[in-house]
């Protein structure tokens, strides 16, 4: 922390460089030229407020910064996470858990990583980690992630701070760390998929003075900027956050660009016994609706025309707004006993437009296309918890008890929806003429007001037992009381309703062989029920998964490594199938994931650190009449990544850190839900980044190059829709320049 002279420094410092940077701020927001709630208000209003309170009359004296470690104030989890290791986390009980006492493959994305890596999607921030891969994105407008094969987007698998997220985009600039629970874990969060949980968590206030400013550029054209700044407000334990953001670049491929504005501020009162935290953070997004390439169904492979090449037109835009607010009390009542409740809302509205590509002739080119566009859809959560935490000694064994309630409101609304008739207008992929397509406008009331209500609300018990000095057993039970209604239509219809209870349970066993190593195995199950927009053919039993987790763990003074083997068993999934140009959904009886995953994240020397990952699934479907024998849609059976960084130490006036890696992955499947299957290639991309860090105008300055994809390879990612599968691309070899200002 800083005290009496530190803190005369960087005030000094503070007023001597305030006044230029403003104006610095303002050009560059005046720049960007933003619309609604403006980047260029924000920081304008930031230079304004940024004053402190406890700013005192300084002596000009003082030109340099001397070298001060400052220990931000954080979530539960990161002050255990040094550089690329991590050693706890709150995903896998609800508790700040030491990674190694939790029966179950935790995985966590640090800070520094994060830094270093760069970037700007939730699934390129996951690439380091096993068993996780990009899922069904809805044209790169929602955030999808696989875990162990099973999800997709609007999954309820996302959270932010530990309450369940709807936002489209969850990996904002607020992201301080993010950490996945794969396996099923409907005891700890209700209604999932068995694939597991990823936790976004956000930056907090802090009760130390600390601000940065900085800019980045990309090769594609455009770049951003942000204002992130966070202090104590007086000496009583009020702490704020302030963070804006303004990103606008031009998209890779032939036409398109992305927008984002962020502003989120933050407080919070430490008061020792008791923190409150308050945080809002607003966004407004326009991105590119990209369903990417086709299948060429005559060769099973994918259309042999540039990458770079749309087959859509450029009103296919996404736009829209998010909104999330959280509300956060922890009491300690005792030494042993605690509380915390959580509130948490998020929101969604959007609109779209798209030309969509419906079926292609490979040998002519011609591409049928129909206008689509979705008008006036949101989806909003209100989420609430309680929990109550006590540690106590009962019949000579210690227990962690933890006991809670939870409640889920999420609502989901997609107002007109408009299909055109398919076009034939003249578009041929070999020579795309565009412009040609109208702009979607006819409105199919039968496919319009599509709804889909959710309420749920839980109790659930969990209790950790410490036998002796090396067994630890982990059990609990849930109990989910659930209603959920979806429907479409103008007159409404209600096609499923389902309106029922599911008790789940977990158990797992921790034996400690030393202080820095365990071995354990976990038994799991999780629930979702089985509703559907789309007419059901039959009944829709509720999907159910049940998990077999066995694995060892590693937790050193440098490294953390996980090494684990599952099974996972889900019945009942639901799936779509196109029937004369309509989509309807039915039950394929069963599917099956099992492989072994192993990660390993820290340091090899005091210079050298790694983040390294393999794994190998068995993901297909075991039980259905059409589907049976086939892989999971997007699943490599192989999937393997490094990234290496060095600290070279003080090279010059400054200090110089390098990294470079390479994740790799075998062929994956596309069905077309109709019993055939397409194999895209694996692939290969490498990535590397140099940053150097020096004293500048008497503040730390870091100056970071960043290469993605560097041998510039082409790589598919995931698929999209029925028939003749939309196959999404990952990005060509892109340059990144970023400088960050801290003071």
Avoid at 74 to 91: P, T
Avoid at 147 to 176: C, H, L, W
Avoid at 324 to 333: G, V
């Amino acid at each position: 922390m800083l005290h009496g002279e530190e803190f005369h420094l960087v005030d000094r410092l503070y007023e001597r460089h305030h006044s230029w940077l403003c104006r610095w701020l303002r050009g560059l927001a005046a720049r960007a030229a933003p619309r609604r709630i403006s980047l260029r208000s924000s920081l304008s209003l930031a230079c304004l407020g940024a004053t402190p309170v406890w700013a005192q009359p300084i002596n000009d004296a003082a030109t340099t910064l001397p070298s001060v470690t400052v220990k931000a104030r954080s979530d539960s989890g990161e002050s255990a996470a040094q550089g690329y290791q991590a050693r706890s986390a709150s995903v896998g009980t609800r508790t700040d858990a030491p990674l190694l006492e939790v029966p179950q493959s935790v995985n966590v994305v640090t800070r520094e990583y994060l830094q270093d890596r760069a970037p700007t999607a939730l699934d390129e921030a996951l690439l380091g980690i096993s068993g996780v891969k990009q899922g069904n994105t809805l044209g790169g407008t929602q955030d999808s992630i696989r875990k162990r094969g099973f999800g997709t987007n609007r999954d309820n698998s996302i959270y932010r701070d530990g309450m369940q997220s709807v936002q489209a985009r969850n990996f904002t600039p607020t992201t301080e760390r993010i950490e996945v629970l794969k396996g099923p874990s409907s005891m700890l969060y209700g209604i999932q998929d068995p694939g597991g949980v990823i936790n976004v968590i956000t930056k907090k206030p802090l009760l130390q003075r600390q601000g940065s400013v900085s800019a980045w550029g990309t090769s594609f054209g455009g770049g951003g900027a942000q204002l992130d700044l966070a202090g104590p407000m007086g000496s009583n334990g009020l702490a704020y956050r302030l963070i804006a953001d303004e990103q606008r670049y031009d998209y890779w491929r032939n036409f398109g660009n992305i927008r984002q504005q962020v502003i989120a501020p933050s407080l919070a009162w430490y008061g020792g016994a008791t923190n409150v935290i308050a945080a809002y953070e607003h966004m407004e997004y326009s991105v590119p609706f990209d369903r990417g390439t086709q299948i060429d169904t005559r060769t099973g492979k994918v259309l042999a025309i540039p990458r770079s090449r749309r087959l859509d037109e450029p009103f296919n835009i996404t736009s829209g707004r998010s909104d999330s607010l959280t509300l956060r009390l922890d009491h300690r009542l005792s030494d042993a006993w605690s509380l915390r409740a959580n509130y948490g809302y998020s929101s969604n509205y959007y609109n779209d437009y798209q030309a969509r590509a419906m079926s292609v002739d490979g040998v002519t080119g011609r591409l049928t296309r129909r206008g689509d566009a979705t008008r006036d859809a949101r989806q909003d959560a209100h989420v609430f918890s309680a929990t109550l935490l006590g540690k106590l000694r009962a019949g000579g064994t210690a227990h962690e008890l933890l006991m809670g309630v939870d409640y889920l409101r999420n609502y989901r609304f997609l107002g007109d929806l408009i299909r055109d008739r398919p076009s034939n207008t003249r578009f041929n992929i070999y020579n795309p003429v565009y412009g040609q397509m109208t702009l979607p406008s006819m409105v199919s009331a039968a496919d319009s007001d599509q709804t889909d209500k959710l309420r749920s609300a839980a109790l659930f018990i969990q209790d950790t037992a410490y036998l002796g000095d090396r067994w630890i057993v982990t059990g609990g039970l849930r109990y989910d009381k659930y209603d959920e209604l979806t429907g479409k239509g103008r007159p409404f219809r209600t096609n499923t309703h389902a309106n029922d209870g599911k008790a789940v349970p977990r158990l797992g066993v921790t034996y400690l062989l030393r202080p820095q190593w365990s071995v354990y195995g976990s038994y799991a199950k999780s629930f979702r029920p089985n509703t559907s927009i789309a007419t059901p053919i039959g009944d829709l039993p509720p999907e159910q998964g049940t998990a077999w987790e066995f694995g060892t763990k590693w937790v050193g003074e440098d490294l953390t490594a996980t090494a684990a083997v599952f099974d996972i068993t889900k019945s009942n999934v639901q799936t779509n199938v196109l029937i004369d140009g309509l989509y309807y959904t039915r039950v394929t009886g069963r599917a099956r994931s099992r492989g072994f995953e192993f990660d390993l994240n820290g340091r090899l020397t005091s210079a050298l650190s790694i983040v390294a990952s393999y794994a190998y699934a068995d993901a297909r479907t075991t039980e259905d009449p059409i589907l049976k024998g086939q892989p999971l849609d997007g699943v490599s059976r192989h999937t393997a990544s490094v990234f290496l960084t060095r600290g070279f130490g003080t090279v010059g006036a400054g200090r110089l850190r390098a990294g470079a890696g390479m994740r790799a992955f075998s062929k994956w499947g596309a069905g077309d839900g109709r019993g055939k299957v397409y194999h895209l290639p694996g692939g290969a991309v490498a990535d590397a980044f140099i940053a150097y860090e020096m004293p500048m105008f008497g503040q730390r300055v870091n100056l970071q190059f960043n290469v993605k994809n560097l041998f510039d390879k082409t790589t598919y990612t995931s698929n999209s829709g029925l028939g003749s599968p939309a196959i999404a691309m990952g990005e060509p070899r892109q340059f990144v320049v970023r400088a960050r200002a801290d003071f």
